[in-house]
């Protein structure tokens, strides 16, 4: 890329905003514009992320990196410069795309039945949950004409991870969770893989907004996981999924004071449990408190529930936690 490209990129994205998207907030403003707030490159427990917006410049006194957006986006997604040159693009390019997509994916959700079907399944049937988490459907075949139809060339869907190379929705039978700048689906079918994302990660934990003011979090693995004990109550839960957290997410769980819960699968194998024991071990070394949830062997927290388990139950076994 040319310098004149690299200052358009810059100016077309401004740092703030891209933070912001990455779900960092400023702590307190300070004069001609500056602002602090934690750092999202490392476990900050008091504000020493210094940003200008007005120059689009960082730069941290606890870990001592700074620069532009950049080179932001190289520290936070740990990747070289070409890469991070891409995801760049790719993130200006997609996000309006991916909520476009996303929206479609809801209006589908009701007209099929064996969508519906497969989400009382598991479990999921209360409407304010499934509208919360902005649940969809993809059933394939439509999502291309759609968004040709509302001006977007074919060659931004493919970039975007939304069409094949062929021309074929990439999502197809389907349940559909929007995530921040991505789409996360569940197959319906046996035949295909089971999950699936868009390219660039899976980002930050579900919902952090609304659960970082939680002085205790309940982190699962999955998104049925986290549906299921939002529908039974518990509001303080994200989903970090998978069992292996990102730099990022770790991060964000080690952003204050607090006690993490991780009710991971007890799977067969004891793979869940080893990686939950694991990250309790990392946290309690960046002095956040962790009790390791023991579910009933061959359960998570979903089939917990489809089983016949319910909030007073989930809540004992919290209580329990070691």
């Not at 200006?92 to 399944?121: I, W």
């Not at 291309?144 to 509302?150: A, E, I």
């Not at 982190?219 to 549906?227: K, Q, S």
Request: a neutral charge.
């Amino acid at each position: 890329m040319s310098r004149e490209a690299f200052h358009e990129l810059k100016q077309q994205i401004p740092l703030l905003d891209y933070l912001k998207a990455h779900d960092w907030h400023p702590a307190r403003r300070l004069s001609r514009g500056r602002v602090m707030g934690l750092c999202p490159l490392h476990a900050d427990h008091k504000p020493s992320f210094l940003l200008d917006p007005g120059k689009g410049l960082f730069y941290c006194d606890g870990c001592g990196r700074g620069g532009d957006v950049i080179r932001f986006a190289e520290l936070y997604h740990q990747v070289r410069f070409p890469q991070a040159l891409s995801l760049l693009r790719q993130w200006l390019g997609s996000a309006p795309l991916v909520q476009v997509a996303a929206d479609l994916y809801r209006m589908q959700l009701h007209g099929h039945d064996d969508a519906v079907a497969y989400l009382n399944q598991r479990g999921l049937n209360s409407a304010e949950v499934i509208e919360e988490m902005r649940i969809g459907y993809a059933p394939g075949g439509c999502l291309r004409r759609w968004l040709t139809q509302l001006g977007y060339p074919f060659e931004s869907q493919r970039q975007a991870g939304l069409v094949t190379a062929a021309g074929y929705d990439a999502y197809i039978h389907r349940i559909i969770f929007p995530l921040q700048g991505n789409l996360y689906g569940r197959s319906l079918s046996t035949s295909a893989p089971p999950h699936r994302f868009l390219p660039g990660g899976k980002d930050g934990l579900y919902a952090w907004d609304q659960v970082r003011r939680y002085s205790e979090v309940i982190l699962v693995e999955g998104l049925f996981d986290y549906a299921a004990l939002r529908q039974a109550g518990f509001r303080n839960v994200t989903c970090s999924m998978g069992n292996h957290l990102s730099a990022h997410q770790y991060r964000q769980l080690c952003e204050s004071p607090r006690t993490v819960y991780p009710a991971f699968d007890s799977d067969d194998n004891g793979s869940g449990q080893i990686a939950a024991q694991s990250l309790a071990c990392q946290l309690r070394e960046q002095a956040v408190k962790a009790r390791t949830v023991t579910l009933p062997a061959g359960h998570d927290p979903n089939s917990f529930f489809v089983h016949g388990g319910n909030a007073c139950q989930f809540q004992s076994l919290l209580e329990a936690a070691q």
